[in-house]
């Protein structure tokens, strides 16, 4: 299942990526503090001498799954993610790797943004989740999707907030 996922964000192309994406502080209150994560850890990132950026994040939303995902993730949702950020094609390649079910559930994603005048731009997510389980995949391809979109867009609304409260 491929989808796309688009928001406004009011801030300048540049300022997204070296003020807002890549920032600690912002991500932990996006995740912790707004979206209600159990746990946010980066625990790599690093930057190549061409400027590729790698980080690896370990994920725990708080989110009550469907019995059906219960049945593939054994009740947890946690995952890894692992990004790439391609400063030449100024895009953020995504693979989310869950804890319990990896072997089944692939989910990899691109983001980049788009300039939408002086001091606002939109963000575009294409996300690709495949889930292999006899009978069930689509069941638990769009409560994935569903949750995807919602976190993103909740997200979008904090991250307009935290670039207003900050000045950026």
């Known amino acids: 299942m491929r989808y796309t996922i688009k928001n406004f964000i009011d801030t300048d192309v540049d300022t997204f990526w070296n003020q807002v994406f890549f920032n600690a ?9 707004h979206l209600g994560f159990k746990s946010y850890n980066v625990v790599e990132e690093r930057k190549d001498p061409d400027g590729v950026v790698h980080r690896r994040v370990e994920c725990l939303p708080n989110i009550e799954m469907p ?25 953020y390649f ?10 089944r559930v692939k989910t990899k994603s691109e983001l980049w943004v788009e ?3 002086e001091k606002r731009c939109e963000r575009v997510v294409t996300v690709d989740n495949t ?38």
């Open 131 to 168: 889930v292999r389980v006899f009978g069930l995949g689509t069941l638990i391809e769009g409560y994935i999707e569903q949750q995807t979109r919602d976190s993103y867009h909740r997200g979008a609304e904090f991250t307009n907030r935290w670039i207003r409260e900050k000045g950026l």
């Open 115 to 117: 300039p939408r005048g």
């Open 67 to 91: 019995a059906a995902a219960q049945k593939i993730f054994g009740g947890s949702a946690g995952y890894t993610e692992i990004g790439r950020y391609d400063p030449a094609q100024r895009k």
């Open 25 to 33: 502080e912002f991500n932990r209150a996006l995740f912790m503090d």
């Open 94 to 103: 995504i693979d989310v790797i869950p804890k319990t079910g990896a072997d």
